[in-house]
């Protein structure tokens, strides 16, 4: 078998994870989830189920991976639980069904770096036309997932490492220039003001349930993305810390883009709707305000914003199934990615054409707490972003602290640093894998199937 990947540095490493993480899940659902939500409400039980719930589990997986050198489905068997490989095929459904419907939103994103570039505002009122384009969306994606694909097929150092040295420092830069901008902004204050004030009664069970599952898409868990990139670590490394900035890298960008985008949206005095619209419909025309030239720079800045963080998401959705086909199956990297970026983009087909191009792909299904049906899109979002992922996130912590035990997962997370042993964060880690995360996984999911 052909040598691993490995990632060259540290830095390298914390860049690719929080790329992964720090995606479309950002910047376009986390402000709207925070709005729907009660505002600082959500956020703040949001921020209590990363730092709680999921921080302790996004370590184990980076554990996992970097003891067995696996993918998430050898991972298991190279531990001795091959009954547990279930959790790895299960990842890679997830994974695959997720880059499926996820291209077809990068390819909207980057579609309208293109409009933005050629100053066509009116764009947003044209939103519901442009997405049953499917030729012209097809294209897109197309074009995205051959980008993907191109980053991926360079390997660990040279493909994904590099691209997330170059995009994740552009990313910041470029929400940190439009978060100043934003705030200098007439009305800012209003919007700063309806994404920080909590409204508690907003906080319903749906509510808790959606922010669950916004934490674990967010942080690109429960599906061994993390034990794949993992897999590329070394082992001088200390994961327990570099874990902490993977999860504060992803919170705080998510939180700086609800900074940056409600007072753009409040200084035209325009109400805020939920989900896709206010970023696709409501954005263009929000930018025409600003005047021909600053409406076309920072209308092609934002969209490119969004463009670059799916980038780094698609990429790693990618990597899974392919260290999995590389490692198991022994094919040839390149031969992998490519087929695989083919078939997942075919998977996607259905998605795409169910923004209103097939009429029983866009009313595809009726699900109880929904006022009427809803798209095959929003399904295999709804199926593999809110349920596969907390399930596969509970099941590996059960793994980990009950079969494969502590002891095991702690040599591994003490490798890099020995002195994390007896600290107070090894600690919390081991008894929030045992018992916090497993009953107030297994809770949810009980409340939300009663
Ligand atoms: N974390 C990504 C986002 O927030 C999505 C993702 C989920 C990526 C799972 C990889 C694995 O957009």
């Not at 997405?131 to 097929?153: E, H, P, R, W």
């Not at 996130?393 to 009950?402: D, E, M, P, Q, R």
Request: hydrophobic letters at 55%.
């Amino acid at each position: 078998m052909a040598a691993r990947g490995s990632f060259d540095t540290r830095l390298g490493f914390i860049l690719a994870a929080a790329g992964s993480a720090v995606g479309l899940g950002n910047i376009w659902k986390f402000p709207f989830e925070v709005g729907d939500g009660g505002g600082a409400a959500f956020v703040i039980v949001y921020l209590a189920f990363c730092f709680i719930l999921c921080y302790p589990v996004l370590v184990t997986e980076i554990a996992i991976g970097r003891k067995t050198q696996r993918n998430p489905v050898g991972a298991f068997k190279a531990l001795g639980y091959k009954k547990w490989s279930i959790i790895g095929y299960m990842g890679l459904a997830s994974g695959v069904l997720i880059l499926s419907f996820y291209n077809v939103v990068a390819a909207w994103s980057f579609g309208y770096v293109i409009e933005m570039i050629q100053g066509n505002f009116g764009i947003g009122e044209d939103f519901g036309v442009f997405i049953t384009d499917a030729l012209k969306v097809g294209l897109y994606g197309v074009i995205f997932m051959s980008t993907t694909a191109f980053i991926v097929s360079n390997g660990v150092s040279g493909g994904i490492e590099r691209a997330a040295k170059i995009l994740m420092p552009s990313l910041i830069f470029i929400i940190l220039c439009l978060l100043a901008y934003a705030l200098t902004l007439p009305n800012a204050m209003e919007g700063v003001k309806f994404y920080l004030v909590p409204d508690f009664s907003k906080l319903t069970g749906d509510v808790i349930y959606s922010a669950l599952g916004q934490a674990f898409f967010s942080l690109s868990l429960g599906m061994g993305a993390l034990i794949t990139y993992g897999s590329y670590v070394s082992r001088d490394q200390n994961i327990v810390s570099a874990g902490a900035m993977i999860t504060l890298a992803d919170v705080g960008i998510a939180f700086i883009a609800g900074f940056m985008l409600f007072p753009i949206v409040f200084s035209q005095g325009i109400e805020p709707s939920g989900g896709a619209g206010l970023i696709f419909i409501t954005l263009p025309g929000v930018f025409e305000t600003l005047g021909p030239n600053m409406g076309v720079a920072v209308g092609v800045l934002f969209f490119l914003l969004l463009t670059f963080a799916a980038l780094t998401s698609t990429v790693s959705l990618l990597e899974v199934p392919t260290a999995y086909v590389v490692d198991e199956h022994g094919v040839e990297r390149k031969k992998a990615v490519w087929g695989l970026a083919f078939v997942i983009f075919l998977i996607g087909i259905p998605s795409l054409l169910s923004n209103g191009t097939t009429e029983w792909l866009t009313s595809f299904i009726q699900l109880p707490g929904h006022d009427s049906p809803i798209s095959f899109m929003d399904f295999v979002e709804d199926l593999a972003a809110d349920s596969f992922l907390p399930v596969g996130g509970f099941l590996i912590a059960v793994f980990a602290a009950w079969v494969w035990r502590k002891e095991n997962l702690n040599e591994e997370l003490a490798y890099g640093d020995p002195s994390i042993r007896g600290g107070i964060l090894l600690k919390y880690i081991n008894f929030a894998i045992s018992y916090i995360c497993p009953l107030m996984l297994g809770l949810i999911a009980v409340v939300t199937i009663l």
